[in-house]
């Protein structure tokens, strides 16, 4: 698609900042060898998604290196003893493939039982594995340290030490409105939806169109892959008819 539309594609490139004004913007940028470049634009779209930074967990040891926030793959931690953190979809998948490829796992969660928005076929499979004793978990609990070789928890029985190797923290993503706000978009506080156009998609910064899930502020179930590839298009009729005027 990308070689078939001839686009420009700079891979591995960080926007830094953007300056100027709508039909004059300057965009900065770093490569991955932090090499700064500089691009002249008319319009631009920011399409970042939800997912960039990772929720912290904010207790002792969270910066160890044997915290994960981005589950990958379940292999490398065969036979380790691991603790997922986390009970919506992405922590429910990780501690079921940790299951299965051999891993030790204990899934903690503060809420009282797995989320009721986990998918269909995959809530009911964590719930026997842990109904059957295969997968350890401990609900209306919560990680208070993290140590090298264990952690602690706050349980509603009182505080336990648990052996450990890896900590999986599943507990979701958000935005990077700092930078957002940055450049001028104004951000609803209460929502964290960012202020749009919803003719145009255009932000509060005039040029600057918003896409995809961070349309939806914290709201991100509004917006999949089936009414976010729209976007797009509403964002091209709309630029094409400001360059026409």
């Known amino acids: 698609m990308a070689e078939h539309f001839e686009l420009d594609i700079h891979q591995y490139e960080r926007v830094e900042r953007i300056e100027g004004e709508d039909g004059n913007f300057q965009v900065y940028t770093a490569d991955r060898l932090r090499c700064p470049r500089v691009y002249g634009a008319k319009k631009a779209i920011f399409a970042t998604g939800y997912y960039?930074?990772?929720?912290?967990?904010?207790?002792?040891?969270?910066?160890?290196?044997?915290?994960?926030y981005y589950y990958k793959e379940p292999h490398p931690y065969y036979n380790m003893d691991v603790a997922v953190i986390g009970a919506k979809n992405s922590a429910a998948i990780a501690a079921l493939e940790l299951h299965w490829s051999?891993?030790?796992?204990?899934?903690?969660?503060?809420?009282?039982?797995?989320?009721?928005h986990v998918k269909y076929w995959?809530?009911?499979n964590i719930e026997n594995r842990i109904k059957q004793g295969e997968l350890k978990a401990y609900f209306r609990s919560q990680v208070v340290e993290i140590l090298p070789d264990s952690?602690?928890?706050?349980?509603?029985?009182?505080?336990?030490?648990?052996?450990?190797?890896?900590?999986?923290?599943?507990?979701?993503?958000?935005?990077?409105t700092e930078f957002l706000g940055a450049h001028g978009i104004i951000i609803d506080a209460a929502s964290g939806r960012p202020y749009t156009?919803?003719?145009?998609?255009?932000?509060?910064?005039?040029?600057?169109?918003?896409?995809?899930?961070?349309?939806?502020?914290?709201?991100t179930n509004e917006i999949f892959i089936e009414n976010g590839r729209f976007h797009g298009e509403k964002i091209a009729a709309a630029i094409a008819d400001s360059v026409r005027r």
């Open 52 to 68: 960039d930074l990772p929720n912290r967990l904010n207790v002792p040891g969270e910066c160890l290196t044997k915290v994960i």
């Open 197 to 219: 156009n919803p003719e145009t998609l255009e932000s509060s910064r005039r040029g600057i169109y918003l896409a995809g899930v961070i349309v939806a502020g914290m709201h």
């Open 122 to 124: 995959i809530k009911p």
């Open 151 to 176: 952690i602690r928890i706050a349980t509603p029985e009182g505080e336990i030490s648990l052996k450990n190797d890896f900590v999986f923290a599943m507990i979701g993503y958000h935005p990077d």
């Open 102 to 116: 051999g891993a030790r796992v204990t899934l903690i969660h503060r809420g009282e039982g797995i989320h009721s």
